[in-house]
Each structure stands twice: as structure tokens, then as C-alpha cells.
């Protein structure tokens, strides 16, 4: 598609207050399919949905309906039960009789958001009330807050403004989306020029984006580079800081941050500071970073990840995504967090006029401005719990202002942990319900 076209938005036809909504019944929906990081195959989801007993939503599919509508949801109330039924043509070509699952042009992955939209009527609760008590002003709203419902769980505004366009029809085909989808959701999140970006070198594994041209292995999840073209991108947020050595400062296991210029371990755990390659035949041995899994020579294993000073790299990628999400929360969608990179010297000076307990929460930590709002990041949830408290965080603002000159009005803490991710709810069979 070109440019900006106006019949394509539809923000402004929807009720303000309603996105709270629309955002709350996304988590509600996620945490109950413990769903992680997309693209989210829905149809895989429907199965594995009808598979399980006695569940409270049934999907089905139905030559029933007119052509122009793609799905409908009931609510039984004696049963309990959501229906949805989805038009068969979403998943067969009426002419030529063409499957289309598993998804191989844009129109046939239209079936993905339709899905969406009838989930989107289930958890924003618009199928309890019957269609034919409502007047078709009220159905036509509720059909819009479906559509940003599926929008929005499809396309994260977090993954898909860091995505790298080398085509649209690529990050539409990714997202399992139709090509009108993406357009769409990119002219509500005024993200347009996305599609004339300059794409960036990404793992299309982990989707580590800090990777060169001359890394042969991804130093996050350690297969072979061949191909460097990947559409997702993320920045992993749980590195460590290493100084013009290369060891990590301060130690990340203990936190002591005394040792001597020349050692490459803690003198007080006695944890490697430096993160090395673990073959001991690799040319490059010492790797110079808080971040690397893997060797990105030859792809082995790092000291780090050996000694469990960073998480596997699955893991690590859920955790980013998470605090990306809390991020967004407390900041907003319009107002962006941009890291404090010298964070750890405000720490050290500041540790001269608060008491020694703080700076020893403080540790390990990092910290993003957001306007005039203070973000830092810890690694534990019971730090997070300690210092969540009013009369600490005054007392943050209050030296920040006077001795660092910061213009801040709020301090957030965010938890490593608290955005761990939960089990999969499991994934049925690759065929349409």
C-alpha cells in the first residue's frame, strides 16, 4: 500500500478509556494461554483449545455464514460455553478448493486476525450481552475494540517498532498477519516510515541485533551466522558492565567491587570477572563483554554462561521482552526510555550522601529516564519489594535533585525476576480445526 490513508484509522471511532480495557483483557488473555513472545499462531492455539475437556471456549468452523463475515462468538449461558464459529472460507478457497493453513500467502493468514477479533469479543466480555439486543452502533464499536484487541496481541507495539523492514510483506508474513493488517497497525502507532527504514543485521533465531559483519556465530544463542537477516529485533537487557579490561564491574556474583587492576577473578567469591571463550584451541579467547553466551569465532560456550552469570539465552529473551512491557506501562506509548549510561557513576557518588543499605540494593543495577520519570532496574523481586516504598524513593528524588541535578519526579523500580516467563500452555497439531 502507499502512503497515509485516512479510511484505514479508526483510533479516533473508539472510546479513550476503553484501550485500558482493550490492553487489560491482552494480558488477561496471554496469562491464560501463557502466551510469550510472538508470532502467535492462533489456529495452533484453537486446537490445542478444542483438545482440552470441559473447556469453557469451543471453536468451530461453518459454511453457515455470509461470505462477508468472517466469524461470529455466542455465549451459552446455561453451558457456560463461548462458540465461535469461523466462515470456512477463512480456511479453503471457494474456487480452487485450496487449504489454507499452513499459511502461505498474505490473504490466507487474514484467519489469524479473525481469530484474534473473536477472542478479542470473549475477553473484553462484549458476547455475554446477545447481538440482538444491541443496537448495531454498539456492535459496530465493539467490532473496532476487537479489531485493536487483535492488533495489538498479534503486533506488539514493543516488537514490531524495533522490527527490521528489509519488505513489508516479510514483517507481515512474520507476525502472521496479512499484509492490510500490518499497514494498519503501523498507521495507528504512527510508525509508517518504519517500512523505508534501513534494515539492521539480526539474528533471526534469538533476535539478538548486536551482531556485526564479522561474527560467523550469534554471541546470544550461538548458531551459525549464515544468515543475519532476521525481522524481529530485541537488545538483551541483562549484560554485564565490564571495564577497559574487560572484567566485569562489579563482580556479578557477589557485587564486591575492590580487586586489583591485574585480577581476573573475585577475591571475594572467587568468580571469573572475565568472560572467555571455553575452547581452549579458539583464537579468540578473551571476549571483552558482559554479554556474550558464546564465542561468536568459533561458538562455543562462554565462561559466563558456564558458570551461570547469565541466563540461557531463551530465558534472557522472555525476561527483555517482559521489562520492555513494564516499561511501556509505566511510561506510556508516546513517551520512550532512554538508558542512563553513567548510571554507575551516579551510584558511586550518591552512595556519599544516602546509607550504605541502599547502595548494597543498588548493586548490579540500571536505570532509563522516561521524561521525568526515573526507571531503575533490579535484579531480584525482594530488592524491588524493600525499596518500593515511598518514603525511600523521596529520599532518591530528593538527593538525584540537589546533588546530580536530575529533573525527576518519579522513581520506578522494575524487577528482572518479577518478568520471568511462565510455562507454555502447549501447542496442537500444525492442521485447521
Known amino acids: 500500500?502507499?502512503?497515509?490513508?485516512?479510511?484505514?484509522?479508526?483510533?479516533?471511532?473508539?472510546?479513550?478509556?476503553?484501550?485500558?480495557?482493550?490492553?487489560?483483557?491482552?494480558?488477561?488473555?496471554?496469562?491464560?494461554?501463557?502466551?510469550?513472545?510472538?508470532?502467535?499462531?492462533?489456529?495452533?492455539?484453537?486446537?490445542?483449545?478444542?483438545?482440552?475437556?470441559?473447556?469453557?471456549?469451543?471453536?468451530l468452523?461453518?459454511?453457515?455464514?455470509?461470505?462477508?463475515?468472517?466469524?461470529?462468538?455466542?455465549?451459552?449461558?446455561?453451558?457456560?460455553?463461548?462458540?465461535?464459529?469461523?466462515?470456512?472460507?477463512?480456511?479453503?478457497?471457494?474456487?480452487?478448493?485450496?487449504?489454507?493453513?499452513?499459511?502461505?500467502?498474505?490473504?490466507?493468514?487474514?484467519?489469524?486476525?479473525?481469530?484474534?477479533?473473536?477472542?478479542?469479543?470473549?475477553?473484553?466480555k462484549h458476547a455475554e450481552i446477545p447481538d440482538s439486543l444491541k443496537s448495531k452502533k454498539i456492535q459496530a464499536e465493539e467490532d473496532l475494540e476487537a479489531d485493536e484487541f487483535a492488533g495489538r496481541l498479534l503486533m506488539p507495539k514493543s516488537t514490531i517498532e524495533n522490527c527490521s523492514f528489509r519488505s513489508s510483506s516479510e514483517v507481515s508474513a512474520k507476525f502472521l498477519v496479512s499484509d492490510q493488517a500490518l499497514y494498519k497497525r503501523l498507521l495507528h502507532l504512527d510508525l509508517l516510515h518504519k517500512r523505508k527504514s534501513d534494515p539492521v543485521s539480526v539474528c533471526p533465531n534469538c533476535w539478538n541485533n548486536d551482531i556485526t559483519s564479522y561474527y560467523d556465530f550469534c554471541p546470544v544463542c550461538g548458531i551459525p551466522l549464515h544468515d543475519k537477516n532476521g525481522v524481529f529485533a530485541l537488545t538483551y537487557s541483562d549484560s554485564?558492565?565490564?571495564?577497559?579490561?574487560?572484567?566485569?564491574?562489579?563482580?556479578?556474583?557477589?557485587?564486591?567491587?575492590?580487586?586489583?587492576?591485574?585480577?581476573?577473578?573475585?577475591?571475594?567469591?572467587?568468580?571469573?570477572?572475565?568472560?572467555?571463550?571455553?575452547?581452549?584451541?579458539?583464537?579468540?579467547f578473551y571476549l571483552n563483554d558482559g554479554e556474550s553466551r558464546y564465542c561468536n569465532d568459533c561458538g562455543s560456550p562462554t565462561t559466563f554462561l558456564r558458570d551461570g552469570i547469565l541466563n540461557d539465552w531463551i530465558i534472557s529473551k522472555e525476561i527483555s521482552i517482559g521489562l520492555i512491557e513494564a516499561e511501556e506501562e509505566i511510561c506510556g506509548p508516546k513517551i520512550k526510555a532512554f538508558p542512563l549510561y553513567d548510571w554507575d557513576a551516579i551510584l558511586m557518588f550518591c552512595s556519599n550522601f544516602w546509607d550504605i543499605f541502599i547502595s548494597e540494593c543498588l548493586k548490579n543495577s540500571r536505570a532509563k529516564i522516561a521524561g521525568k520519570k526515573l526507571l531503575?532496574?533490579?535484579?531480584?523481586?525482594?530488592?524491588?519489594?524493600?525499596?518500593?516504598?515511598?518514603?525511600?524513593?523521596?529520599?532518591?528524588?530528593?538527593?538525584?535533585?540537589?546533588?546530580?541535578?536530575?529533573?525527576?519526579?518519579?522513581?520506578?523500580?522494575?524487577?528482572?525476576?518479577?518478568?520471568?516467563?511462565?510455562?507454555?500452555?502447549?501447542?496442537?497439531?500444525?492442521?485447521p480445526f
Open 1 to 59: 500500500m502507499g502512503g497515509y490513508n485516512s479510511k484505514y484509522y479508526e483510533l479516533d471511532k473508539i472510546k479513550p478509556y476503553r484501550f485500558v480495557a482493550i490492553d487489560n483483557a491482552i494480558k488477561e488473555f496471554k496469562k491464560v494461554f501463557n502466551l510469550k513472545s510472538p508470532p502467535y499462531d492462533l489456529i495452533n492455539l484453537s486446537i490445542t483449545i478444542n483438545e482440552q475437556t470441559n473447556f469453557w471456549i469451543k471453536l
Open 61 to 124: 468452523t461453518t459454511g453457515d455464514l455470509d461470505a462477508k463475515v468472517y466469524g461470529r462468538t455466542m455465549y451459552l449461558h446455561h453451558k457456560n460455553l463461548y462458540l465461535v464459529s469461523i466462515n470456512k472460507n477463512q480456511f479453503i478457497n471457494p474456487i480452487s478448493g485450496r487449504v489454507k493453513y499452513p499459511f502461505k500467502y498474505s490473504s490466507d493468514r487474514m484467519v489469524n486476525f479473525t481469530l484474534a477479533h473473536e477472542f478479542g469479543h470473549i475477553f473484553l
Open 240 to 284: 554485564y558492565n565490564v571495564d577497559l579490561n574487560g572484567r566485569a564491574f562489579p563482580c556479578p556474583k557477589c557485587g564486591n567491587d575492590h580487586y586489583g587492576k591485574d585480577d581476573e577473578s573475585c577475591n571475594v567469591c572467587g568468580s571469573g570477572l572475565v568472560n572467555m571463550c571455553t575452547n581452549p584451541t579458539c583464537s579468540t
Open 376 to 431: 531503575i532496574y533490579l535484579q531480584d523481586w525482594t530488592t524491588n519489594k524493600i525499596l518500593d516504598d515511598e518514603n525511600y524513593k523521596n529520599h532518591l528524588i530528593n538527593i538525584l535533585v540537589i546533588h546530580v541535578a536530575m529533573d525527576i519526579e518519579e522513581i520506578h523500580f522494575i524487577a528482572y525476576e518479577e518478568n520471568k516467563p511462565v510455562a507454555s500452555f502447549g501447542l496442537g497439531m500444525n492442521v
